[in-house]
């Protein structure tokens, strides 16, 4: 009988296992196939390229490049509608499996501004990749800002004279104008578009090609050996070069053979910025961070979540606010009063107040469980829009006074030290500088729209980098606002490779006169435990707490 039972027991936790198993395979396989249709993601079973939930940042309003009146090659030419024998559409053929940068975009966005097409055709083998972080998001802003865009599939592409067959036997079939992926016009072609065909093309298919509609007549893709009879027996006439050589007045399209990121097109004076910021916003100008007349207030917002004790360290970051920055009201929102003995001489100092209030259990009808800092996020954005100030958190010790040209901004902010993903930078939004109305501050609160729960820090920090990549006139990014510490160490954003960990062991910066404030992420100095770990302490953190308690009037 025992024999028998145990027999059974293998016999059920074996097919156990089986049943067990067959969902896993089943989910697995599921996963692979979407991985491998062009779907990859952090976020599992999701469509990487979902304009809804991927292109964030900004109100619903058509971009700038649509409404503004300013030509390129002059500051307000009246509109021309240009005459052409050949079709006025575009293609674009994306044949690998790989991100949709910046520069592609600006290819795309170059014909749609100068050529003024009644379609533009992207061709794709595989649709663009999006990154585990979000930062590639081009292409899903590319879908919902150029209104005639269109999407067609293709059975194969490849590369080089592969490649070049599709683009001349497409355009043979369907005429139209051909751009390279890589490649930017600066002007509109007007001097070809009554010609048969005209282009430029390197043996990688980067370039143009115009072609009138049954022009080579080709009945299917030509072979290597007829591309390069149909290419010689037609002149290069278009005009292509690459960054290093291009000048608005000699060439008629460059190459962008590196990757570029927004933040390298909004200042420099090259041609190569003045047509890119005119491509990518509407204007040339520099995008430079606006000032306003008024300043924003000089009033600190802190945000308390729960049932918590005020530790020393949270009340020398009230003290640092009170007696170092110098702020005329101190706002402290939470649900719950802090409780403790640091709270009960917290609330004897006449410009702190506790204001209570609820947080948001959800956002834009997107419930807010899985962490609960979002509610803290939400919050800090929704405080400064309606009252403008200083937002921090309860981890950053002020050690000097805000310069008043710093709030005439709209916002001011400093970048993390972490390196994220394919994102150039991302914010530290933990410190904040803001006026009233703040429209960078619109745009955040407006990105939640598409709030991603179980994400802790996609809303929170990579978002706040992307309006600014389109919006970097209403912030202002100021390095010494704040130093950042972490395990130990401190990492000025204003020293070269401040983004390693491992850098600057010796914290060689001067705290007194370079920085406004300082913020400890992780974990929380042992100095600043209790008022006798502060005083016995010899280290730069231990003379930062003392320089705050000497201010407050402690020793």
């Known amino acids: 009988m025992k024999r028998n039972w145990r027999h059974w027991s293998r016999y059920i936790a074996h097919r156990k296992e089986k049943i067990l198993f067959l969902p896993i395979l089943i989910l697995a396989t599921l996963n692979l196939y979407i991985y491998y249709s062009g779907c990859r993601s952090v976020f599992l079973f999701s469509d990487p390229l979902s304009v809804e939930r991927f292109r964030h940042g900004y109100i619903n309003v058509l971009p700038e490049y649509m409404i503004s009146n300013e030509s390129f090659n002059g500051e307000h030419d009246p509109p021309r509608l240009l005459s052409s024998d050949i079709t006025l559409t575009v293609h674009y053929f994306w044949c690998e499996r790989k991100y949709f940068s910046f520069e592609n ?68 079939q369907r005429g139209g104008i051909y751009i390279g992926e890589k490649t930017i016009l600066s002007n509109d072609l007007i001097a070809y578009r009554k010609k048969t065909i005209s282009h430029f093309l390197r043996s990688d298919a980067e370039g143009v090609v115009l072609l009138k509609k049954g022009s080579l007549g080709v ?11 149909i290419l010689s027996s037609f002149i290069s006439d278009i005009k292509c070069s690459n960054i290093e050589l291009y000048s608005v007045s000699r060439y008629d399209c460059l190459f962008i053979d590196k990757e570029i990121f927004p933040t390298d097109i909004f200042t420099t004076s090259s041609d190569v910025g003045q047509l890119a910021r005119w491509i990518y916003f509407g204007h040339k100008n520099p995008r430079e961070p606006l000032t306003h007349g008024e ?9 308390w979540l729960g049932d918590r004790t005020l530790s020393f360290f949270d009340y020398l970051s009230l003290l640092s606010t009170v007696y170092v920055l110098k702020a005329e009201h101190v706002y402290i929102h939470g649900d719950i009063k802090p409780s403790g003995s640091h709270w009960k001489k917290a609330e004897q100092i006449p ?27 939400v919050l800090r954005g929704d405080l400064l829009v309606r009252y403008g100030g200083i937002y921090m958190d309860w981890d950053v010790l002020w050690v000097n006074t805000i310069p008043d040209t710093l709030r005439q901004h709209g916002l001011v902010v400093s970048v993390d030290t972490v390196a994220t993903g394919s994102f150039p930078d991302v914010f530290n939004m933990g410190v904040l500088i803001g006026q009233k109305g703040s429209r960078f501050m619109q745009f955040f609160l407006e990105s939640y729209r598409h709030y991603l729960d179980k994400h802790w820090s996609y809303n929170a920090i990579h978002i706040p980098y992307k309006i600014y990549e389109l919006h970097p006139e209403l912030v202002r990014i100021e390095p010494h606002l704040q130093v950042i510490c972490a395990e130990g160490k401190c990492h000025p954003s204003w020293m070269p490779g401040f983004k390693e960990r491992s850098h600057l062991d010796g914290l060689e910066f001067n705290w007194k006169n370079e920085t406004l404030s300082l913020h400890w992420t992780y974990p929380d100095p042992t100095e ?20 705050v308690l000497r201010r407050a009037g402690y020793v």
């Open 105 to 172: 975009y600006l290819s795309v966005l170059s014909s749609y501004r100068f050529l003024k097409p009644t379609r533009i055709i992207f061709h794709y083998h595989h649709l663009p990749e999006l990154d585990s972080f979000g930062y590639y998001q081009f292409y899903a802003e590319m879908t919902k800002t150029i209104p005639i865009l269109s999407h067609e599939p293709i059975q194969s592409c490849g590369t080089g004279f592969n490649k070049m067959a599709l683009i001349l036997y497409t355009l043979d």
């Open 219 to 229: 009945s299917s893709k030509p072979s290597s050996d007829d591309i390069k009879d």
């Open 295 to 303: 300043q924003s207030p000089l009033i600190v917002h802190y945000v």
């Open 351 to 377: 410009n702190v107040h506790f204001i209570f209030r609820k947080f948001p259990a959800s956002v834009f009808g997107n419930k807010i469980e899985a962490f609960a800092s979002h509610a803290s996020d």
């Open 528 to 547: 600043f435990s209790n008022m006798d770990a502060l005083l016995s302490s010899k280290s730069m953190f231990g003379d930062i707490g003392k320089f």
